[in-house]
Nanobody, 126 residues
Framework: VQLQASGGGLVQTGGSLRLSCAAS????????MAWFRQAPGKEREFVAA????????YYVDSVKGRFTISRDNAKNTVYLQMNSAKPEDTAVYYC????????????????????WGPGTLVTVSS
């Protein structure tokens, strides 16, 4: 699976931004999708994940109620809607795909994800 994220940029505190990640190469709906981010000087961290159908989602506590992950399997795209942005959301955001299946599909660990996109930079100004 090839992944290409887009939609990053500069947003003011309290503003909104929508990231997109287009997938190609394999059957998109077979993959669990997730967003990770890496802030300057910090390790990459899990942000959100969505199951194959889009019906189940998980978030890191710091973005709950502000970010929404969704997917459109017809368009082979996963989204991250970022609302009420905070300066601490500044990071390079990466989309990732996992071929996990069954009841253990959900994981926050980077090693669970098989494919990664190149990332898109989000800067939240204070």
């Amino acid at each position: 699976v090839q992944l290409q994220a887009s939609g990053g940029g500069l947003v003011q505190t309290g503003g909104s931004l929508r990231l997109s990640c287009a997938a190609s190469g394999r059957t998109f709906s077979n993959y669990v999708m997730a967003w990770f981010r890496q802030a300057p000087g910090k390790e990459r961290e899990f942000v959100a994940a969505v199951n194959w159908s889009g019906g189940i989602t998980y978030y890191v506590d710091s973005v709950k109620g502000r970010f929404t992950i969704s997917r459109d399997n017809a368009k082979n795209t996963v989204y991250l809607q970022m609302n009420s942005a905070k300066p601490e959301d500044t990071a390079v955001y990466y989309c990732a795909a996992s071929g996990r299946y069954g009841s253990n599909w959900y994981s926050r660990g980077q090693s669970a994800y098989d494919y990664w996109g190149p990332g898109t930079l989000v800067t939240v100004s204070s």
